[in-house]
């Protein structure tokens, strides 16, 4: 189930991105999906999960109301809508496709793209 991220960049401090990630195959729509980032020198956090119909999300406490996660099943694709972002937003974000256990936890996913780099500037 190759997962590809897009859709990071450059962005000022208060702007917007939109990251996308799409799947291949048939299951997808049957999973949960989640972000994680990783900044420079610091290890995968996570950021946000959506279920697989869409009805139940969860984003972490730093990103809470400025991060919202959607999906079009019917696109094989996820999406992260992120808002007012903040220089402490830079990081490589992943997506994943979550298999078992807490969303929370990166060990609960069992396939990841390969990242998309966010940069944002003061």
């Known amino acids: 189930v190759p997962l590809q991220a897009s859709g990071g960049g450059l962005v000022q401090a208060g702007g917007s991105l939109r990251l996308s990630c799409q799947a291949s195959g048939r299951t997808f729509s049957s999973y949960s999906v989640g972000w994680f980032r990783q900044a420079p020198g610091k290890g995968r956090e996570f950021v946000a999960a959506?279920?697989?119909?869409?009805?139940?999300?969860s984003t972490a406490d730093s990103v809470k109301g400025r991060f919202t996660m959607s999906r079009d099943n019917a696109k094989n694709t996820v999406y992260l809508q992120m808002n007012s972002l903040k220089p402490e937003d830079t990081a490589v974000y992943y997506c994943?496709?979550?298999?078992?256990?807490?969303?929370?936890?990166?060990?609960?996913?069992?396939?990841w793209g390969q990242g998309t780099q966010v940069t944002v500037s003061s």
């Open positions: 959506i279920s697989w119909s869409g009805s139940t999300s």
């Open positions: 994943a496709r979550h298999a078992s256990g807490s969303w929370y936890f990166e060990q609960g996913y069992d396939y």
